[in-house]
């Protein structure tokens, strides 16, 4: 039997750092959204051995690959030797804050679980995911989420009922930003660095009740004070989709992806020429309908 699964991505709509820890990782709260943009997955049993292979050459498909790291994990987990072939069509941008890489190890790590028997548990699977990264955990459930720690600690929620029907813009420029330089460079934002504890639930209780225009200015990401510093551009994005009617706009967790949320699919996509224009051909824009 083979299965192939959809891998999806996300945005943060909060994303509060509330300081340095112990252990060198900053303590976080975010407000995860899924976004239905994909990547995909094939996997096949095998009489033995793991192999990866990528639709992306320049995507490494050896233990540094998080699918890679995700079988391993799970095989040893099940105290079996590894025996599967998986492919990754990779659709979406790299190290581009979407939480993709993340969503591929989660997704390895059901997918495995269903395709040999189910022999681990639920809780089983958190354990590993969260050994894998911060925001794997989140990808092993479909809703939006409250998470706490460094992200792996999630709370899951309803369904945001009033973004139903919504459309998120995404742009990804073409280069990414290095997750631990962002959080490293805090540093000079203590405000940023060190902030109170509270906005990512406030955020999701203003959804939960469908007060969009009271949830929007409540969207906030710790790691814009570095990210824009080095990147103006990225501001410059935002600033022109508000200025297209974009109802809230955000960098994705450590960047450099920009979205934007409209109202609609169709006035989402009405954007585009607009922004291609102003900012040229270059990088990846999608429009997903929520």
């Known amino acids: 039997m083979a299965l192939v699964r959809r891998s999806p991505c996300k945005v943060n709509f909060v994303l509060n750092v509330l300081g340095r820890r112990p252990d060198g990782f900053h303590e976080l709260e975010t407000l995860f959204f899924p976004v239905p943009l994909f990547d995909q997955l094939h996997f096949e049993p095998a009489l033995a051995g793991l192999t990866l292979t990528c639709s992306r050459p320049e995507l490494p498909v050896d233990a540094t690959n998080l699918v890679h790291q995700a079988a391993t994990k799970w095989f040893a987990a099940v105290?079996?030797?590894?025996?599967?072939?998986?492919?990754?069509?990779?659709?979406?941008?790299?190290?581009?804050?979407?939480?993709?890489?993340?969503?591929?190890?989660?997704?390895?790590?059901?997918?495995?679980?269903?395709?040999?028997?189910?022999?681990?548990?639920?809780?089983?699977?958190?354990?590993?995911?969260?050994?894998?990264?911060?925001?794997?955990?989140?990808?092993?459930?479909?809703?939006?989420?409250?998470?706490?720690?460094?992200?792996?600690?999630?709370?899951?929620?309803?369904?945001?009922?009033?973004?139903?029907?919504?459309?998120?813009?995404?742009?990804?420029?073409?280069?990414?930003?290095?997750?631990?330089?962002?959080?490293?460079?805090?540093?000079?934002?203590?405000?940023?660095?060190?902030?109170?504890?509270?906005?990512?639930?406030d955020a999701a209780r203003a959804l939960l009740a469908g007060e969009l225009a009271a949830a929007t200015p409540l969207w906030y990401n710790a790691l814009e004070g570095p990210v824009l510093r080095k990147y103006p551009i990225l501001a410059l994005y935002q600033e022109f989709l508000r200025a297209a009617g974009a109802i809230g706009t955000l960098m994705c967790g450590s960047g450099s992806t920009t979205f934007a949320l409209f109202d609609c699919e169709g006035t989402a996509r009405e954007v585009v020429p607009r922004f291609r224009t102003e900012f040229g051909e270059a990088g990846w824009l999608e429009v997903a309908t929520l």
């Open 79 to 201: 105290r079996r030797p590894p025996g599967v072939r998986i492919h990754l069509e990779k659709r979406l941008p790299l190290a581009a804050g979407l939480g993709a890489g993340s969503a591929n190890a989660a997704i390895t790590l059901s997918a495995l679980n269903e395709l040999f028997g189910a022999p681990l548990s639920l809780e089983e699977l958190h354990t590993l995911a969260a050994s894998l990264g911060s925001d794997v955990n989140f990808f092993l459930q479909p809703n939006p989420a409250l998470a706490f720690g460094r992200g792996e600690r999630i709370e899951p929620l309803p369904k945001f009922e009033t973004l139903t029907g919504r459309a998120l813009l995404l742009f990804h420029p073409g280069f990414g930003v290095p997750t631990p330089w962002a959080f490293r460079e805090l540093a000079d934002f203590p405000r940023q660095r060190d902030g109170k504890p509270g906005r990512a639930r």
